[in-house]
């Protein structure tokens, strides 16, 4: 691991026994450019029957994160350190074929765009059962109903003709409703969601969200949401982690979060967040300046070039010093807690409406 840089012994907790536990995780990938470090350091806990919503502008990490935990990064080009632990059992150094097992079985990713995940040459049906014949051993007689039962469950109408529809043949919504039931089919105890409704409008994307939130109840598996809007997340996460620059820079339920986000990053991308109050053509704030690039990121805090408030914290801390995220709730900011709440409550708040 030479081109990494070791994390601060100490500065992070390890062994953690939570059903998914991701430690110290570093995704760097080599490139002509330089090394790109799409994931710097991360951790984070997951618990069975809870969702975690990961937020963060496009190119912060969120899906590199979620490939490694899936073993999908091609080794060749891609270094992986860390700890990625799932039920007892640790992923990053696990065999490929392992990973083939686990993939489908126990857990399962859904896209944003259902067309990379299902194939144009196959029935939708098929594409169901193929997976739970692999992993569950069933029969192709069995399999053909699950994929029909599997239908029925994500709300698709009659499923027992449409099991025989060829992708092209669904709307875009059931396109992603018939991802999610190939997704579920074998029942995964980790369902990783990555922008899985951004594609699709205000009102399928409520029943897809609630369809994964249904589907969590019946079988208690963990979810996590990718996502760069809050505003999807808030409804069905339980704990947030926001992310900058493949680091997080704050977590804590989704209550804490709504209610007293710290970061100024987490304060911009609140404010750019659409309000059902706000009428539709009035122009949401975005965050000044644009995400850093990941092959030479700024020094100390990485979001302090964008950041409104290094004189706050005073000399040159934000750029040289990088802020640590302790466990729990809280965020990686120079910013005293006192600062965070007053800057919060008399600068941001009242711009939220
Ligand atoms: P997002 O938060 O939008 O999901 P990603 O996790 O996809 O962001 O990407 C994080 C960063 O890693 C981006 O700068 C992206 O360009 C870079 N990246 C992703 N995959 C690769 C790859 N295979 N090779 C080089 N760079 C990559
Ligand atoms: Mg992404």
């Known amino acids: 691991m030479t081109t990494m840089t070791k994390p601060e012994e100490g500065a992070l907790p390890t062994g953690s026994d939570a059903f998914l536990s991701v430690r110290d995780l570093y995704v760097h990938f080599s490139t002509e450019d330089g090394v790109v470090k799409a994931v710097d350091g991360l951790s984070f806990d997951l618990e069975r029957g809870q969702t975690l919503g990961i937020v963060g502008e496009s190119g912060s990490g969120k899906s590199v994160t979620n490939l490694a935990v899936l073993g999908l990064h091609n080794p060749k080009t891609t270094e992986i350190a860390g700890e990625i632990v799932l039920d007892g059992q640790e992923l990053t150094g696990a065999s490929n074929r392992t990973m083939e097992r686990l993939r489908g079985n126990k857990m399962a990713m859904i896209f944003q765009d259902p067309l990379t995940a299902l194939s144009p040459y196959y029935t939708v049906g098929r594409q169901i059962a193929e997976p739970y014949m692999k992993h569950m051993g069933a029969s192709r007689k069995e399999a053909r109903d699950r994929a029909v039962e599997m239908l029925e469950k994500v709300g698709i109408p009659q499923p027992r003709t449409r099991v025989d529809d060829y992708p092209h043949q669904f709307s875009g919504g059931m396109r992603q409703r018939a991802m999610i039931a190939m997704a579920l089919v074998c029942d995964p105890d980790l369902l990783i969601a990555d922008e899985p409704t951004t594609a699709l409008d205000v009102t399928v994307q409520a029943q897809i969200l609630d369809l994964l939130k249904d589907l969590q109840q019946e079988n208690g598996s963990a979810i996590i949401l990718i996502t760069h809007d809050l505003g999807v997340v808030s409804n069905v996460a339980d704990n947030l982690l926001v992310m900058y620059a493949g680091r997080a820079v704050e977590r804590g339920t989704v209550r804490e979060l709504i209610k007293e986000p710290q970061h100024p990053y987490a304060w911009g991308l609140l404010g750019s967040m659409p309000r059902l109050?706000?009428?539709?053509?009035?122009?949401?704030?975005?965050?000044?300046?644009?995400?850093?690039s990941l092959l030479n990121p700024p020094s100390g805090c990485a979001f302090h070039p964008r950041c409104p408030y290094p004189e706050?914290?005073?000399?040159?801390?934000?750029?040289?010093?990088?802020?640590?995220?302790?466990?729990?709730?809280g965020s990686a900011c120079h910013l005293t807690a006192e600062q965070k709440r007053s800057v919060f409550i008399e600068k941001i708040q009242p711009r939220l409406g």
């Open 277 to 292: 109050s706000s009428s539709v053509d009035e122009p949401l704030t975005p965050i000044p300046g644009s995400p850093p």
């Open 312 to 329: 706050l914290v005073g000399g040159d801390r934000c750029a040289t010093e990088p802020p640590e995220l302790p466990a729990g709730r």
